[in-house]
């Protein structure tokens, strides 16, 4: 049964107000798709269908719905439903959700949950936004060295109700420090007699948590891990981030990248539910920003206004030479930026950087510059098809140029390369094209008043 298929049935069951037969499809279908319906229902509603699930099904169901219908049922709730509510789910789900209430709503919440909980949570929610911290949970097998396998699997056993994931397990010492890791698939191998110590992998690939949580993205990827322990600063361990969570992650960045590239705001909602008002702070300040920029462009017409006057024939040249400038410019902080990001390229790698994207640059100037030659041989002569050319592959190399860089001085600054947005780029470059094209046109012509 598709998605579209389900919302059309419980949208039926709403209408005819027979809420028992639409929890009894949200009890059918998984969680996920449950949850995609609901976002799509008036909170009222959704609210109404999922107190009527049990509270494992509520608890699975509710950690996928969008953070700000949580946020908003969350607060439909007693105290005593979101305690309940709170202890079913998922570690680094319920930690979201609490930094997203209120601080009234989380002194209310805190008294109504055991002490173990209160100090999990608290411990996930202080890691600041956009840290490894941030993304992990605390629901991991551990172990001791000096255990044997049998009891290990034991111990799994007993705990793999209420982890994250059970395939892999890491081994703590008396002070909680990381000392080894090893898998479900060398446990159940394994002879039972045999001590941890003995089987277990002691150069463990670990995170910090103030690192940014893109590290352990990277990590997961790189190793094929299923998930990556997090230490703190003392070396203790604090938590694990898991494949999906980093898989999340890498959407989420890749997402924001984007949002920057175009010079878009990340908005709060989906795009689907935003209001008009969200739609339009999300693009009013770059825009409003690059307006003033592209007065730069218009200052350098102005200043040549007599040498268009005296040959108008190069206007029609104009935005073919400064859109090819944006455009090769944009090109190049693209890929730049998703090279960083990827860590395929380190800032210390401009100077390499640089000299191969000039050569590049350069073969693309000339390529487009043989195209544009013709038309302006056949549009104002030869002098001007040569002056033309000649701009052509100056200013593609000098976008390009300008497109690469701008990340690499970004990161320099500690600022996110992919503010190097291809609007912003663009704006950069039209200027430039203009002072390149009029200067070459000015040095390189006689001009008819001039004779």
């Known amino acids: 049964m598709t998605l579209d298929t389900l919302t059309l049935r419980l949208q039926h069951h709403i209408d005819q107000k027979d809420y028992t037969a639409g929890t009894a499809l949200l009890n059918d279908i998984p969680a996920v798709d449950a949850a995609s319906v609901l976002n799509d229902t008036p909170l009222s509603t959704a609210w109404k269908l999922l107190s009527s699930l049990n509270i494992n099904r509520k608890a699975s169901v509710f950690g996928h719905l969008r953070p700000t219908m949580q946020a908003d049922m969350a607060r439909l709730m007693s105290r005593k439903e979101l305690a309940l509510l709170f202890e079913e789910m998922e570690h680094d789900e ?8 209120s601080e009234s709503e989380r002194r209310a919440l805190l008294p109504g949950l055991a002490h173990a909980e209160r100090e ?17 949970t605390s629901a991991y097998v551990t172990l001791r060295a000096d255990q044997t ?22 081994v703590l010492d008396e002070s909680r420090h990381l000392v ?14 045999m001590l941890i110590e003995q089987i277990m992998v002691k150069d463990v690939i670990q995170c910090q948590a103030q ?17 990556v322990p997090v230490v703190n600063e003392t070396g203790q361990m604090v938590g694990i981030v898991t494949h999906d969570d980093a898989l999340d992650v890498t ?17 709060a ?31 350098g017409i102005a200043h040549f206004e007599s040498l268009i006057e005296s040959l108008v024939a190069l206007v029609f040249f104009l935005p073919l030479l400064v859109d090819s400038g944006g455009n090769a410019g944009s090109q190049s902080a693209t890929l730049m930026v998703r090279a960083l990001a990827t860590g395929e390229v380190m800032a210390k790698d401009w100077v390499q950087m640089l000299g191969k994207e000039i050569i590049v640059a350069l073969l693309l100037g000339l390529s487009m510059a043989l195209a544009v030659s ?21 200013i593609v190399i000098v976008g390009s140029v300008i497109g690469m860089l701008l990340p690499f001085l970004l990161t320099r600054f500690k600022l996110d390369p992919a503010s190097a947005s291809a609007p912003l780029i663009t704006s950069i470059c039209d200027g430039v094209g203009v002072l390149i094209y009029f200067n070459i046109a000015n040095l390189m012509l006689v001009l008819p008043d001039a004779v």
Do not use: C
């Open 94 to 101: 319920r930690a979201d959700l609490y930094n997203r209430l």
């Open 120 to 136: 999990d949570i608290r411990l996930l929610a202080s890691y600041p936004e956009g840290t490894v911290g941030s993304v992990m």
């Open 149 to 170: 396998v049998a009891q290990a699997l034991d111990t799994i056993r007993l705990e793999a109700p209420d982890m994250e994931t059970i395939y892999q397990a890491y």
């Open 180 to 193: 080894g890791t090893l898998s479900l698939r060398d446990l159940i191998l394994a002879v039972p007699a």
């Open 211 to 227: 690192e940014p949580r893109t590290a352990a993205a990277r990590q997961i990827a790189h190793y094929d891990l299923i998930a």
């Open 251 to 267: 959407q989420e960045e890749s997402t924001d990248d984007q949002l920057r590239l175009g010079a878009v705001s990340r908005l």
């Open 269 to 299: 909602v989906s795009f689907k539910d935003a209001s008009i008002g969200a739609l339009y702070r999300t693009r009013v300040g770059w825009l409003v920003i690059l307006v003033f920029g592209n007065l730069f462009s218009g200052a």
């Open 374 to 394: 013709l038309i302006g041989f056949v549009r104002a002569g030869p002098e001007v098809a040569l002056v033309v050319s000649i701009t052509m592959v100056i």
